[in-house]
């Protein structure tokens, strides 16, 4: 097992205050600069990032400043780079899927182009990479042809995954893991990512695969590393975390497996959830970096020569600021050659917003902007009543005018509007599902009805009373007309219940209903001169 260095007093505070080991997050955006070599020991730079989903031209604020972009986020991860040669780069899934225009036009071929520019190491698949299917999944991973973009050369780099399994062969369908050496060490990379895969992503585009559990799969792979003497072990797991910004209060699902997880594990790149985590559990070192390259992880491992295992591990979380560098620029070049292929056509303007319409949903549970889709949807198919799942939308609709490449942005996923007939019993059932054992509520949005519900009733029955338009109780036999994506009729989301109605009608693009939407209730306003 690696032994542990303490950092600083703070986490001994945080041991105290929660229970575990945590390490404290340090705010400088500065590198460190590492002694890469000694006699008696390496040190190793590994540079992080998760759930970057394809905001190649995307920004963010974090704490009030501008940050992300990939002109940053490169600029950051080379400078740090360069402070220490025995750097590697990683991410822990959903580099792409949920992606804006300048990366989802092009089948997210330009977000692997920026990987390999960066030279990245090694990755895993989050669930949005199966987004698409297994068949374009591997395609990106190693190079195919799509009939939309042509031949694609694939990634420059490995990609790991120990749970994602092959139900033909019954072996997992990309290598469980990879091992790099530096300078004369061997260092294991496991990858895995999260059964909520099996929610997330539609049957028919995992239908090829099955996703076990995470735990199992790491434990059985880091036997076969430790059969090859490998003794410094690194987990990049699409698995959530989370603590606050001292390392105290971890938790989330990964935080609750790192027990289970076999002892020479030493660091684990979370990922999945979108928080913060910098923490130590069990003596595993716990990451993730916000999303959307906004930040990145910076884990520096001290590894002894003679015994090949890490002796101290520390974080930062660091954010890639506007204001502390200058963007790289051969990324600049890169993303000005996909601006140039989309073409202009992304920057009409459809209408002019009072106010921002936010995805967040309210004390209620609920979001103004889903409001806004669902009822675009209800409108597009003539319907009494619409669904909408809130992980549906990217962000929030800003203030101002609203172009094309923001609604697109915003609803990256394709999804089509189908007419469904539901019995009243089985809307009954679709709401009751919105809570489910041992994982949080996922409320949908509603519009057309109204229900009820005790929220200290078992899971099932919860729900007490549901009410159409006119405030009449749905009736359990009659049959309704509703309006949802084609991913909710699915089943997507583990709303089953939507399966069990009848398609009657497809229609539009779920971003071509709200773009109508919102063409005739916030039109752009003609200035005359």
Do not use: C
Request: proline share 4%.
């Amino acid at each position: 097992m690696s032994k542990f260095q303490v950092i600083s007093s703070l986490s001994i505070l945080a041991f105290i205050i929660s229970g575990t080991y945590g390490l404290t997050a340090l705010s400088s955006n500065q590198p460190t600069s590492n002694q890469p070599t000694s006699k008696n020991y390496i040190q190793v730079q590994l540079l992080g990032v998760n759930d970057f989903h394809g905001q190649l031209n995307k920004y963010q604020t974090v704490s009030g400043t501008k940050a992300g972009g990939a002109e940053y986020l490169a600029a950051y991860l080379k400078k740090y780079k360069q402070e220490n040669q025995n750097t590697l780069l990683v991410h822990a899934g959903d580099m792409v899927g949920g992606s804006p225009p300048i990366s989802s036009l092009f089948q997210d071929e330009p977000t692997i182009e920026f990987l390999n520019l960066l030279h990245f190491d090694v990755g895993t698949p989050g669930n949005h990479e199966l987004d698409q299917g297994v068949d374009e999944m591997k395609r990106l991973i190693y190079g195919g042809f799509h009939g939309k973009t042509g031949y694609f050369q694939g990634a420059n780099f490995s990609y790991i995954s120990a749970n994602i399994i092959d139900k033909k062969t019954g072996a997992p369908l990309l290598p469980p893991y990879v091992i790099k050496q530096i300078d004369g060490i061997n260092i294991g990379f496991i990858g895995v990512v999260t059964t909520e895969t099996n929610l997330y992503v539609l049957p028919e585009n995992r239908k090829e695969v099955e996703i076990t559990d995470e735990v199992s799969a790491i434990n059985r792979t880091v036997k076969l590393l430790k059969e090859k003497g490998i003794k410094a072990i690194v987990v990049l797991a699409h698995v959530s975390a989370k603590s606050d910004q001292t390392g105290a209060f971890p938790q989330e699902y990964l935080v609750q497996m790192a027990p289970k997880i076999d002892k020479e594990v030493d660091v684990i790149f979370a990922g999945h959830s979108h928080d913060y985590a910098n923490t130590v559990v069990d003596g595993k070192l716990i990451v993730q970096a916000y999303s959307y390259g906004k930040a990145f992880s910076q884990v520096n491992l001290k590894i002894d020569r003679q015994t090949k295992d890490v002796i101290s591990k520390e974080a930062k979380i660091i954010v890639t600021s506007h204001d502390q560098i200058e963007p790289d620029q051969e990324t600049v070049s890169l993303l000005n050659k996909y601006r140039e292929k989309m073409g202009g056509s992304f920057q009409t303007i459809v209408g002019e917003i009072p106010e921002e319409i936010s995805r967040i949903e309210d004390a209620k549970g609920e979001s103004p902007l889903a409001k806004m889709v669902g009822e675009s949807e209800r409108k597009a198919m003539g319907v009494e009543m619409a669904f909408v799942h809130q992980g549906e939308m990217r962000q929030s609709l800003k203030k101002g005018k609203i172009t094309i490449e923001d609604l697109y942005t915003d609803l990256p996923f394709g999804h089509s509007i189908r007419k469904v007939i539901l019995t009243g019993d089985q809307i009954k059932l679709a709401l009751e599902q919105q809570w489910r054992k041992d994982q949080e509520n996922d409320l949908l949005q509603t519009v057309g009805l109204t229900y009820s519900w005790d929220p200290n009733a078992p899971i099932g029955r919860r729900i007490i009373a549901v009410k159409d338009m006119n405030g009449q109780d749905l009736q359990p036999t009659k049959e309704y007309e509703v309006a949802v994506s084609n991913y909710l009729a699915s089943g997507g989301d583990d709303f089953t219940a939507f399966k069990q109605g009848r398609i009657v009608e497809f229609g539009p693009l779920v971003v071509t209903s709200l773009k109508d939407y919102i063409q005739q209730k916030y039109p752009r306003k003609i200035v005359l001169h």
